[in-house]
């Protein structure tokens, strides 16, 4: 079994905490933490078992319902619940978590299982479960405040506040032992020296207002010459020239830093930086994180060689990197990531689409074995024996293909498969075809996968999340740019339509979740940001202005509900929404970039569309507000500086109409050009790019910056002999 790495949620937030001058004080935690384990914890009667169901049997998420038949007695987190703590006057115990948490499971069998334990937490406090990716606005508020208190966060997320929800004290996972020890002297606390609680809440309530703040940038500030190759080279001396990636473990797939990082190698004519973007996106490619068999990548790997994955399985990741990959096979035609994209969207299609065309958000890491016990990884690991029985003379081949030596051994006798050759190393080694290497693969996946699948699969999260289904929708689009594969591009017009039908209010507002039918999250931030990003591109492959008009609603009602006029940014949460210990702005990329850097992009597309100053004049004054954090920490800030190279070169507004315009778009489309947007019609439009540009039995081509355009063209390669994305 893994160790617990309390880093595996955001391997970049751990940068900005040193950031809170005013928490160098905060040594009162510490204090309380000494005395919590240096204290016996004295032993307890076994309370008699019982079946028991608490009110998370009403609620809709695969989370909350496993934990439905706890003897604790949980409460989801709502108004009532809030309202219940401040009524009765106490504590309450937040639990924060996620159905494919590998830690939160063993945390849950351990304490939350048991009656001992959960007669102590019902006795005292109000215990509150809530699912991170349904709340996501409560999970940062307690992982900022455990950041704060610990120097360090992760799932499961374990925090015990006030009434009111300011929190105290808080952690990550505990064993048993330690967690009954912790919260039985918090609430002893709290009985004899409450105001020492009260105290802390206050320091620590400051911290957490005070850690995503972002200040109007008033400072004059030339983005079109900004100089990103010193942020670039100092970004540099992490990077890993064995495995690609970052010098450190465990490693997160990053798909934004990718992205911005093989654009600026290729805007720059940085060979040297396009040779280590490669280098990660193969091995990462080659490493157990990646599902050879099944396809589809887990959350992150264990070590530095992309080896042993944490197996969990999450949409938002699989959809990022369907883009990435997509870009990248559009610039170096690299036949492995045309085949790492079309698995890991068979993956998709097979394991987390539902009839309706939504999206569902994971995969566990673990699965049940034999004994009927949750394990981390079992449905996916193999013996030596295993293999050889199954695959027969291949094997030798296999072997040498997937590492089955001391390169691809996990821990015991199991195996974890990983590449270290390329497909013409394996052919020259065995005297292959490329005919015949293929055939093979297709064939040891086949077996291998029919193998596995006679064992218990991996739980699965059916809910729908709107901000991660927008991230497929952008996946499947830029894989139909690319590919141009129509089955891409039904799949994320069935989900749009979905969104649009389910998701989308009469107020104009967002649902955030969706399952079983019912909606009842009002939206975030990240919800509209992806859902915008991703109309926006169904717009540039489909002509079909009705994504276009709806991203520009969507972008309108941001600005009504979640827009601060102050600093010109965005709030996570709207105005409708009950209020909080703190109102947060997201603005640093991480796993998935921030709502504020999509948004920014977004409005600096729409303002090109719509000919729309404040879009333009918002997009540019936000990024003017991340600039003096992103020269300490571009990786935290790669969406920011994609958008940002938008102001470095010239950005293409490229105007097709005419009976061809689809075919010509396709083939555009399918070119490497990041500074660049599309828009087109097969008739006359009075919409601000494409109005009085329809010439009748013609199909023309406008290359244009800012509106002003060359003479048009009617053929492809001649339109794309007038757009440059080197400076």
């Not at 990435?324 to 035609?333: E, N, R």
């Not at 990329?589 to 709502?595: F, G, Q, W």
Request: aromatic fraction near 14%; hydrophobic fraction near 35%.
């Amino acid at each position: 079994m893994k160790k617990f790495d309390p880093y595996a949620f955001v391997p970049q937030k751990r940068i900005f905490v040193s950031q809170i001058s005013n928490m160098k004080q905060l040594i009162f935690i510490a204090l309380t933490t000494f005395l919590l384990y240096s204290c016996n914890n004295s032993k307890k009667d076994i309370l008699e078992e019982h079946n028991h169901t608490n009110a998370l049997i009403n609620e809709t998420s695969p989370y909350l319902l496993q934990h439905a038949h706890n003897p604790v007695d949980w409460r989801a987190w709502n108004d009532e619940t809030l309202e219940l703590a401040q009524k009765e006057n106490k504590l309450m115990i937040i639990s924060i978590g996620y159905s494919a948490c590998h830690w939160c499971h063993v945390m849950e069998k351990e304490s939350f299982e048991d009656t001992t334990v959960a007669a102590v937490m019902n006795a005292h406090f109000i215990n509150v479960k809530v699912d991170r990716e349904e709340r996501p606005d409560v999970d940062q508020i307690y992982i900022n405040a455990v950041q704060l208190m610990t120097g360090s966060a992760g799932w499961p997320l374990n925090v015990i506040t006030l009434p009111d929800g300011r929190p105290v004290w808080g952690g990550t996972y505990f064993k048993q032992k330690d967690w009954i020890t912790a919260i039985e002297r918090i609430q002893e606390l709290y009985e004899t020296e409450p105001e020492k609680l009260t105290e802390y809440a206050n320091r620590l309530e400051e911290g957490i207002k005070s850690m995503d703040l972002v200040e109007l940038n008033t400072a004059d500030v030339d983005l079109t010459s900004y100089d990103t190759n010193s942020l670039v080279e100092t970004w540099k001396e992490s990077f890993d020239h064995r495995f690609g990636g970052y010098k450190r473990a465990p490693k997160f797939m990053m798909p934004n830093n990718y992205v911005y990082l093989l654009r600026h190698a290729v805007q720059n004519d940085d060979k040297e930086l396009l040779d280590y973007v490669n280098l990660t996106l193969t091995q990462m490619a080659y490493g157990g994180v990646y599902d050879a068999v099944g396809g589809g990548f887990s959350r992150y790997s264990v070590d530095k060689k992309w080896h042993v994955p944490h197996f969990e399985k999450m949409l938002y990741d699989n959809a990022q990197m369907v883009s990435l990959y997509s870009k990248a096979y559009a610039f170096t035609q690299k036949e492995l990531y045309k085949e790492i994209v079309f698995e890991t969207l068979e993956f998709i299609a097979n394991e987390l689409t539902n009839d309706e065309g939504a999206f569902y958000s994971s995969l566990d890491a673990d699965s049940e074995t034999k004994t009927g016990e949750l394990e981390e990884g079992t449905y996916y690991i193999y013996t030596k024996e295993e293999l050889q029985t199954l695959l027969g003379s291949d094997f030798d081949i296999f072997k040498e293909y997937y590492n089955v030596n001391s390169f691809g051994k996990w821990e015991g006798d199991h195996y974890v498969l990983i590449r270290d050759k390329s497909d013409m190393e394996i052919q020259k080694e065995f005297s292959f075809s490329s005919a015949d290497l293929q055939k093979k693969k297709a064939n040891w996946k086949k077996q291998l996968l029919q193998f596995r699948n006679q064992r218990a699969k991996p739980r699965l999260d059916n809910k729908t999340l709107t901000s991660w289904n927008g991230l497929m929708i952008q996946g499947y689009v830029d894989a139909y740019k690319t590919f141009q594969k129509k089955t891409y591009l039904d799949a994320a017009l069935k989900n749009a339509n979905f969104i649009v039908d389910k998701q989308l209010q009469t107020s104009g507002a967002l649902f955030h979740n969706y399952k079983d039918g019912k909606s009842s999250i009002n939206g975030y931030l990240e919800d509209y940001a992806s859902v915008i990003e991703a109309f926006i591109s169904l717009y540039e492959v489909t002509m079909d202005e009705k994504w276009l008009i709806t991203a520009n609603n969507l972008a309108e009602y941001t600005f009504t509900k979640f827009f601060d006029e102050q600093n010109h940014m965005f709030y996570f949460t709207s105005i409708d929404d009950s209020k909080l210990v703190s109102r947060n702005f997201e603005y640093r990329d991480n796993v998935i970039p921030a709502s504020n850097s999509i948004m920014a992009k977004n409005l600096f597309k729409l303002s090109h569309y719509f000919d729309n100053p404040k879009y333009a004049e918002t997009a540019k004054q936000m990024l003017k507000n991340v600039q003096p954090e992103a020269d300490k920490y571009p990786s935290g800030f790669s969406n920011w500086l994609d958008l940002l190279s938008n102001y470095q070169t010239k950005y293409y507004e490229v105007v097709i109409v005419g009976e061809k315009a689809s075919e010509k778009i396709s083939e555009i489309n399918s070119r490497y050009i990041p500074n660049m947007l599309i828009a087109g019609s097969t008739s006359e439009s009075d919409s601000y790019l494409l109005e009085g540009r329809y010439s009748e039995g013609k199909t023309l081509i406008y290359v244009c910056v800012n509106n002003t355009c060359k003479l048009p063209v009617t053929e492809t390669e001649k339109a794309l002999e007038s757009i440059k994305i080197t400076r």
